[in-house]
């Protein structure tokens, strides 16, 4: 990533969508900002394209059906001048731990007919949260293997068991993380670990921390054990396990009303933007595990959409997928509630790790430890192997803000000498220094340029990590840009990107040998052909005036055959409006690469929605919830599997 991108990008972003030309009428739309929502909690519902200050009853029906059954529970609300709203709704009963498809359907209040117009529908499918586990009620012994089913943990919170007994942990165990889309996390667990047997009273405590401590406002799962004897055959009773699935802070499990977007294209930084807070203060938070942890404060200017959080938190080594969320008051006196989740890079190519290629037999080594994060406060592990020798390690502290570190070593043996660079036990760089010997020159990797808008973010970090040493990955994201765009006046931040300028530039710096680029979350302006004829989205004409200039770009990334060039398609958003203009686009990418030798078009449509909008695809077996709460991004889930097909697919050309 480019380190002169700035918060401002992102700012343009959002700016962007928010000023989108408005397309032709489109059908009334509901969507549920929750792929899963729970018994005792709250879901936001959003309204869109109805007539403006139009009277709506909003109903969630007992079955999947709109038109089956009778109403659950309903509310009529009055769409505002936009024909749009937001109304937050509590969530029915749901009497197990397996998940309930219902209906919520959007009808004309006035309508009292048996079977009235349903304007809209879409999706709710609701669960309770609940523990069960096998055997219960059954004779346990300590050996004893259970399996254990955990359903509406916060999305992504590890899980640990805790083995204590008079006060004191005697074993610990990780369970996993709960990455379903309903919080639901399955694994098998001894009744007590093995050697560790013996008479009395036990506690098997599981929480989102590795250390133990009792939980005041977090999860937890807890049971009582009485063992009554100290080998592995001991009977054991088992009282039935208490559980908190739903941490207590209010904020954690509050129904999605708003937007908000993370820009991690400076590197090192994470900033922050809330869109429509109305003037209130916009208090900004990241969630790690089950707990809150507060980043700071923030207002818009008077008359602006976005609320922005400069400089809100720095990457981490220790977790790479992030999770935030920001809450406001608005003057109405309801409560906004919004969450992005995005991935930083990892740290295999955090660090830059130099020494000698060669040095003659009793000279002193130099070697030079630089973060090119720039944040510093880490301790990462060096490590030293001598020809024929043990290695030794020793800790270089950077401090916060310390960004750069040297060691020192005596090479008195001839031969080859390995400097690795290890962060918990992984190996992150590695170099050697030769003693007495030639030169090492390591090859060459080739060069991936991995460009775009923001649909780009975050798959190019998972694309370097899945590459690894075969490609060296060059990120250059610009977000709030676009093709169509290129018409328009300049917005903050942006540097007026022309794209077909930037492929040039790009080319000409990198000669790179592969391009992935993905473009098109902002588009939707009307363009000028060549012949000065002005086309609106998302005819004909506009269509074909933005393939001709992709076609342009596809051209300059080919590098007349030396090139080869992955063109990524868009999946579809939510937003009736928006899925017009990414519909175009995609078309648009299809016919452009048509008979270009080295260019190709990989459909991520295709993969994320195959048959529409959806929240959750089935993955390897599993169901997993791919989009972010703005219906137009990939979540975290859903770029690192974009960033494998795209890595198959090069590993195949």
């Known amino acids: 990533m480019l380190a002169r991108r700035t918060l401002r990008i992102a700012l343009a972003s959002l700016v962007a969508c928010a000023v ?6 489109a059908a009334p739309t509901l969507a ?113 293997i259970q399996r254990w089913h955990v359903t509406g943990l916060p999305e992504g919170t590890p899980l640990y068991a805790h083995y204590r007994r008079d006060g004191k942990t005697v074993a610990r165990r990780s369970l996993g993380k709960a990455a379903d889309p309903c919080g639901r996390l399955d694994f098998d667990l001894r009744v007590l670990p093995r050697d560790k047997q013996r008479s009395g009273r036990w506690e098997v405590w599981m929480t989102a921390d590795r250390t133990f401590r009792r939980p005041r406002k977090g999860v937890y799962v807890r049971r009582r054990l009485t063992v009554n004897g100290s080998s592995s055959s001991a009977r054991v009773r088992a009282d039935a396990p208490t559980s908190r699935l739903a941490p207590t802070d209010p904020r954690l499990t509050a129904a999605v009303t708003n937007g908000m977007a993370a820009d991690i294209s400076q590197i090192g930084l994470i900033s922050l933007t809330f869109v429509d807070a109305k003037g209130a203060d916009v208090e900004f938070l990241e969630r790690v595990g089950d707990r809150l942890v507060r980043l700071g404060t923030a207002a818009a200017a008077p008359g602006e959409i976005l609320t922005e959080l400069k400089d809100a938190t720095t990457w981490s080594c220790d977790r790479p997928e992030r999770r935030f969320v920001a809450t406001a008051i608005l003057p109405s006196g309801r409560r906004a509630m919004a969450s992005y989740s995005v991935r930083t890079p990892s740290c295999a190519a955090r660090f830059e790790l130099t020494a000698p290629g060669r040095m003659a037999p009793g000279t002193v080594a130099r070697v030079r430890i630089v973060d090119r994060w720039a944040i510093g406060d880490i301790k990462p592990t060096l490590c030293v192997t001598p020809p024929a020798a043990r290695r030794t390690c020793r800790r270089v502290a950077l401090g916060r803000g310390v960004t750069v570190a040297s060691h020192r070593f005596r090479a008195k043996v001839r031969g080859t000498w390995v400097v690795q660079l290890r962060i918990r036990d992984r190996r992150v760089r590695r170099t050697v220094v030769r003693v007495g010997g030639e030169r090492i020159t390591a090859p060459a990797r080739p060069t991936l340029l991995a460009s775009g808008d923001s649909t780009m973010q975050g798959i190019d970090s998972f694309l370097a990590d899945e590459l690894g040493e075969t490609a060296s990955v060059v990120s250059d994201v610009r977000i709030g840009t676009g093709i169509s765009r290129s018409d328009q006046p300049s917005m903050p931040g942006d540097g007026d990107a022309q794209w077909g300028r930037l492929a040039t530039e790009q080319t000409a710096r990198l000669h790179q040998s592969q391009t992935v680029i993905s473009l098109g979350a902002a588009e939707g302006f009307a363009m000028s052909a060549p012949d000065g004829a002005v086309a609106a989205c998302c ?76 929240d959750v695809i089935r993955y ?29 697919e090069l590993r195949h050309r």
């Open 620 to 648: 390897r077996g599993h169901d997993v919830a791919v989009r972010d709460a703005d219906g137009i991004h990939l979540n975290v889930a859903g770029t690192a599997i974009a960033a494998k097909v795209i890595a198959d």
């Open 20 to 25: 989108a030309p408005a397309l032709a009428a």
């Open 32 to 144: 549920v900002t929750a792929s899963c929502s729970y018994s005792g909690g709250e879901f936001a519902v959003v309204g869109a394209n109805f007539d403006p200050y139009a009277s709506v009853a909003l109903e969630v029906m007992e079955t999947a059906d709109p038109m089956t059954g009778g109403p659950l529970l309903g509310r009529t609300v009055v769409a505002d001048a936009r024909g749009t709203f937001i109304e937050a709704f509590d969530v029915p009963s749901t009497g197990g731990a397996t998940s309930v498809l219902r209906a919520l359907r959007a009808r004309p209040s006035a309508d009292a007919r048996v079977t009235p117009v349903v304007l809209a529908s879409a999706p709710l499918r609701t669960v309770a949260r609940g523990v069960r586990v096998s055997g219960e009620g059954r004779a346990l012994t300590a050996r004893t």
């Open 539 to 614: 005819g004909a004409a506009w269509t074909g005036e933005y393939s001709r200039r992709t076609r342009l770009i596809m051209q300059t990334y080919a590098r007349g055959g030396k090139g080869r060039v992955l063109w990524l398609t868009l999946p579809l958003p939510r937003d009736d409006q928006r899925r017009a203009s990414t519909s175009a686009v995609n078309s648009a990418m299809l016919t452009a690469a048509e008979g270009l030798a080295g260019v190709k078009i990989l459909r991520l449509d295709l993969l994320f929605t195959p048959d529409g909008y959806r």
